[in-house]
């Protein structure tokens, strides 16, 4: 699986009916923007993690979903803190 | 799912017949170029999502379908206004 | 699916039962190289394109077989015209 | 499938319902970071094997379960000793 | 499929039980390494074929089989002699 951000929300009101009325988000890869099914509800800025290949289809609700890249989980805290600014700084909750 | 744009329609007469009569896209996907089943009816121009892997078969039409990208939905507006020139020089309708 | 170009047949006398006798290319996709399942019948220097993913499978045969990437189609025209040479140059029939 | 090195655990706790409470690691393959199930037990620094694509869903436990990547084996010696520094100066046991 | 080269065995112990004890090979696909289950019985130095996506699974012996990449066959000869040292040089059969 992959460690994305959540972007924004991406519309596309001309699409295949298989798509249903699912949320897709455009989501960052490292420099590249991918485009993800939203199967947990997540926001911008939220730090996700996306599952490709077929698993995507039955994450996404069912086994003939069309989606090849679905969120399956927020990641609770990233990057991780040993990476980031000293703790003093960040007011860590 | 990536998004990419329409550049313009492909020919192969000789195909497989599993290809039936399915209209063929070259997309752009960043620097590259691929070939994309059109399953929603595309100009070129056209901003688009396409889905890869497994599910791009059920979404061209049959589990049975020979694809690996498969144009899925056509996207209202793309880049994002943020991220484009100011509304004032676009005449945004 | 992949836009490819035909280099040379690949022979591989010690090969698994499952791939039969399929004739297999050796294909350049832009600097890289793979090998494809010729399911069209091609020659060297024919523009062609390439399925991928599960989709291999069922474009080379039957649900079984061992592909990951097959030759699906010949394109008729390519590099596209408007990206070539003047015409007067190529003698267009 | 792909030799990486495990970084540390991950925690979603917003997760879906299919992910059950297996657990995930993030794994370094090169320089990339993914996410993959631990269907092994391992720990941070743990040279490992992991499969992706389809394979990876029934390597996780079963064909429903939604992984793209999973964990399979734990190599027995990375890099291999022909790689590395003289014996004299590691203390091989 | 992907053209590589056999480098070495890879011996994880420590694995999932649905791995059995099929061979694992280090095979090197241009400047990466990967892991590949061995269907042919090959040796370092052997130029081979590897099968990836779903269809890695069934060359490795079953549809449960979970990998990701399964070598199929051996290559004849490579690289292509064209691409060689002079004939006289190389002592060709």
Request: hydrophobic share 40%; net charge negative.
């Amino acid at each position: 699986m992959k460690i994305c951000q959540v972007e924004r929300p991406l519309v596309a009101t001309n699409r295949i009916p298989g798509m249903e009325h699912k949320h897709l988000q455009v989501v960052r890869d490292g420099s590249a923007l991918a485009v993800a099914v939203d199967a947990v509800g997540c926001i911008p800025g939220d730090w996700v993690i996306c599952v490709g290949s077929s698993a995507a289809r039955e994450a996404a609700g069912s086994k003939e979903y069309p989606s090849d890249l679905t969120i399956v989980g927020i990641i609770d805290r990233w990057p991780p803190e040993e990476d980031q600014a000293p703790e003093s700084e960040r007011g860590r909750g």
